[in-house]
């Protein structure tokens, strides 16, 4: 009885909350919602589509669900720019080889030789030559630089860099990375890198081959420490159209994405070409230029949708499942076969005043030991029930594994099962 007089109560104040919206002229949808369009709150226009919601997070009346703290449709809706990216903007990676100096005495052997070739080379341009042979230095380098050149970079601006050890150097701690230029596919200089590295590790060396390494002492990176020298063009529209990328291909999101642009964005014509692109076009006479156009696409507001999927990691013994993921009624039963190997050295003894040796032959016991489980049932049809069913039988994560990929075999599971 008190269950249901709270009920009534909730939908009670639902209807009390959804009333001032309906008198204030925000309009009334079709369903019976009411629907605002975010950050225009004098439009009052009803609009309902595929992809919309007619209630967006924060404006428009409360529902039970709200109420209730219990997920409803809005959760899911997110902005195009969440989902996307504009197809012709995008980055570019750079490298480059260069020298670390400053080393405590942990930098490439004498037997690595490029490193000190690279140093004798610098040393020449500076008007000092010398024989190779002649450098014998343990505190420098040879490194690989990387970077990720992002679009729009202009000159003058700074990217972080990333330093990788390519000889025998035991770390990079408190070393300082020479200028560096960073060349693209193409062998043109975009960046120049330079400056002190930070490794967030260290590698303590004792007496009597004791140490103690934290993290990995031979990679490092410098915040901002490439100045980027030349920008990159970038066209983000062909004529007057602006493609849209979808993170991920799916098709219903990219029709959604489509029918949501022209359901809020009646100036503009998109359509869906493939499971991943969606063209946009635009008049050729426009008051908006073509950054306009995109800043409005992209905070269009839309509700992906997404495949049912289980990622399976058996290097790190991972389970990640999707809340979509659905089970078909059946039962499962998991054993578990255990071998164990004791090592038994035998040592033989010769006979009494042979010329025989004593010999250790080897030898061991081997044990294995089976356990079965019991047949349990799965009976309903969400994740919860079989992450239920996999602790009932006490699983552990290998356990687990196994299972899935028999279950998805099987067709239990309704979902793709990716093994990485």
Not at 231 to 252: K, M, S, Y
């Amino acid at each position: 009885m008190s269950r249901c007089c709270a009920l009534m109560a909730v939908m009670a104040v639902a209807v009390v909350l959804a009333a001032p919206s309906v008198a204030q002229g925000a309009g009334e949808a079709p369903g019976g919602g009411v629907y605002t369009l975010p950050g225009s709150p004098q439009d009052t226009a009803p609009r309902s589509g595929p992809g919309l919601s007619s209630s967006w997070p924060g404006v428009g009346p409360a529902t039970a669900a709200d109420l209730l703290g219990l997920p409803g449709p809005t959760d899911r809706v997110t902005r195009v720019k969440d989902i996307a990216r504009i197809q012709s903007v995008r980055g570019n990676q750079l490298l480059g080889y260069g020298l670390v100096v400053g080393l405590a005495g942990t930098g490439d052997g004498q037997q690595t030789g490029f490193p000190v070739a690279s140093l004798k080379s610098m040393l020449e341009k500076y008007g000092i030559t010398l024989a190779q042979g002649n450098i014998r230095v343990d505190n420098i380098a040879a490194v690989m630089v990387t970077a990720d050149l992002p679009a729009f970079a202009k000159p003058g601006d700074r990217i972080d860099v990333t330093i990788a050890s390519i000889g025998d150097a035991d770390s990079l701690q408190g070393g300082v990375l020479l200028q560096t230029q960073l060349q693209g596919a193409d062998a043109e200089t975009y960046a120049v890198a330079q400056g002190e590295l930070s490794i967030g590790g260290y590698n303590a060396q004792g007496g009597g081959g004791a140490g103690v390494t934290k993290n990995h002492p031979t990679v490092g990176m410098i915040p901002n420490g490439a100045i980027v020298e030349q920008e990159v063009p970038t066209t983000i529209a062909e004529g007057n159209n602006v493609f849209v990328t979808l993170f991920e291909a799916d098709f219903t999101t990219a029709s959604r994405v489509a029918q949501a642009i022209n359901e809020e964005l009646p100036e503009l014509r998109a359509a869906a070409i493939d499971a991943e692109t969606i063209k946009i076009s635009a008049p050729s006479v426009s008051q908006y230029t073509v950054v306009d156009i995109i800043a409005k696409v992209e905070n269009v507001r839309v509700s992906p949708d997404n495949r049912a999927r289980i990622i399976i990691n058996e290097r790190t013994g991972t389970i990640v499942m999707g809340g979509d993921v659905r089970v078909m009624p059946g039962a499962i039963s998991h054993g578990s076969l255990r071998v164990e190997v004791r090592p038994r050295p035998v040592v033989v003894q010769p006979p009494p005043l042979s010329n025989g040796q004593t010999v250790v032959v080897p030898g061991g016991d081997v044990t294995a030991t089976e356990t079965g489980g019991p047949l349990q049932p799965i009976g309903g049809s969400t994740i919860d029930d079989v992450i239920a069913s996999l602790n009932a039988l006490g699983a552990q994560t290998r356990d687990m594994i196994a299972i899935l990929q028999a279950m998805k075999a099987a067709g239990l599971i309704l979902a793709d099962v990716e093994i990485r």
